[in-house]
Nanobody
Framework: QVQLVESGGGLVQAGGSLTLLCAAS????????MGWFRQGPGKEREGVAV????????TYNDSVKGRFTVSRDNAKNTVYLQMNSLKPEDTAVYYC?????????????????WGQGTQVTVSS
């Protein structure tokens, strides 16, 4: 069974840090881009960060640049999202997704496998 499982979410105070993990199983994902998305209360799902297949390049949403870092360990089939200087507006359910190809995009239609999400809540 091909699946993505996120973990690492929780409650943190503003200014704090969290690291999210996305564990992939059922097949290798080392040949596709991997993305992190989030959906806040009453908001549409938006792209946060996406990393190239080999992890050499990444693209970030402007709202998280300089605070979030995406990385991957293909040997472990795992993708990470390090989140620093968290703000209340970062509160959302965070989803990991596997792209259909190698390009870095926030177009949700280009992702065919999604995790179930992990809740991140940042208190002020």
């Amino acid at each position: 069974q091909v699946q993505l499982v996120e973990s690492g979410g929780g409650l943190v105070q503003a200014g704090g840090s969290l690291t999210l993990l996305c564990a992939a199983s059922g097949r290798t994902f080392s040949n596709v881009a991997m993305g992190w998305f989030r959906q806040g209360p009453g908001k549409e799902r938006e792209g946060v960060a996406v990393i190239s297949p080999r992890g050499r390049t990444a693209t970030y949403n402007d709202s998280v640049k300089g605070r979030f870092t995406v990385s991957r360990d293909n040997a472990k089939n795992t993708v990470y999202l390090q989140m620093n200087s968290l703000k209340p507006e970062d509160t959302a359910v965070y989803y990991c997704a596997a792209a259909r190809g190698t390009w870095e995009t926030f177009d949700r239609g280009q992702y065919d496998i999604w995790g179930q999400g992990t809740q991140v809540t940042v208190s002020s």
